[in-house]
């Protein structure tokens, strides 16, 4: 079976308006940008095929080699301040969970929502500009994150995550 459509209610697809942002399962505003790569590493392994063709490839090494979040810079003093307490004295020692959610509020049966869940997450740098030109103030965050999951979906290997 090949990819299925659903149903738009009132052709309306998932757009910024549709974000819904949480840290630690607490919803959060301020963020104007989420950027984030997962990869699983397979290598092709070869033999002594006459033929030169592969025998397979290894079940790899997942990774989410880039992740960041923008905020407006007063959200970001606030993020920050939470994860110095739980982080007991260095917001980047904080490990925490993010959560994305994309919702499309409709009657009478709203759209699925997509969630993007990633954890533990912690901050592993920080960048800030002061640039004339531009109204808001932002702060950048490179954020290191062991694992995301897309609606439960996962990328690395679900069988070799069995005990």
Known sequence: MGPVDFVRVNNTVYSWTSCKFAIDGM??????????????ERKIVYSNRQDGTPVGWTSGKYSVPSFSIKMLRSWADTFTTYLTAIGLGSYGDAEWAFSAQLIEPALPIPALPLILLGSPCTIIGEKDAHEEGIDE???????????????????????????
Do not use: F, H
């Not at 959060?28 to 699983?40: C, H, L, N, P, S």
């Not at 103030?137 to 005990?163: F, H, V």
């Open 27 to 40: 919803p959060t505003g301020g963020i104007v940008a989420v950027d984030y790569e997962q990869k699983r």
């Open 137 to 163: 103030l932002l702060t950048e965050y490179d954020i290191a994150c062991l694992a995301m999951t897309k609606n439960g979906k996962q990328l690395w290997s679900a069988i070799r995550s069995l005990p």
